[in-house]
């Protein structure tokens, strides 16, 4: 048996970039960043950023180009997939490794309008509304995302 299954929590680099496949069907591609800690030979804290080249399909690139934008924490799971292709102007052979989306989980909701969110008043918030009434997944802010609790 084989897998290829990752799972990547980090914030988009910039906001999305949108398109649709002469199908139809809607495409959109982002990067995001995560970062690891950890300490050196001289337990000095170091901390390294890596970036991930992410694609998502029909309805998940919808509400990625709805709901995300730069600076977004969001939670994928999906399959590595390396494309290959000949730079017109070169010739030489180019190659792009993407994560493929298979379930994406959006971060806590930013603060939108004049308000802070220590404000007493909070009739100035705008809330965004939901494309449909199917139920998209947000990480709770007071959660502590732990590796045990995603299903794999």
């Known amino acids: 048996m084989f897998l290829n299954k990752v799972f990547v929590l980090g914030n988009l ?11 139809g069907q809607s495409v959109v591609n982002f990067r995001i ?9 001289n337990k000095e804290k170091q901390e390294q950023a890596e970036f991930h080249n992410i694609v998502a399909f029909g309805r998940t690139a919808e509400i990625v180009q ?7 924490l ?3 799971e999906g399959r590595l997939q390396t494309r290959s292709w000949e730079d ?9 490794t993407e ?3 298979e379930r994406m989980q959006m971060g806590p909701k930013r603060f939108v ?10 009739d100035t918030t705008k809330k965004p509304e939901p494309a ?12 502590e995302i732990n590796v045990k609790d995603i299903p794999f």
């Open 132 to 143: 449909s009434k199917e139920e998209i997944p947000i990480i709770e802010e007071e959660e």
């Open 33 to 41: 960043a995560t970062n690891r800690v950890f300490y050196d030979k």
């Open 66 to 72: 709805q709901y995300l934008k730069k600076g977004s």
């Open 13 to 23: 680099t910039a906001d999305p970039d949108a398109r649709s496949l002469p199908s």
């Open 99 to 101: 994560i493929v989306t």
């Open 74 to 76: 969001v939670l994928i």
């Open 88 to 96: 017109k102007s070169t010739g030489v052979k180019r190659f792009k």
């Open 113 to 122: 309008g004049t308000t802070s969110p220590t404000s007493s008043s909070s």
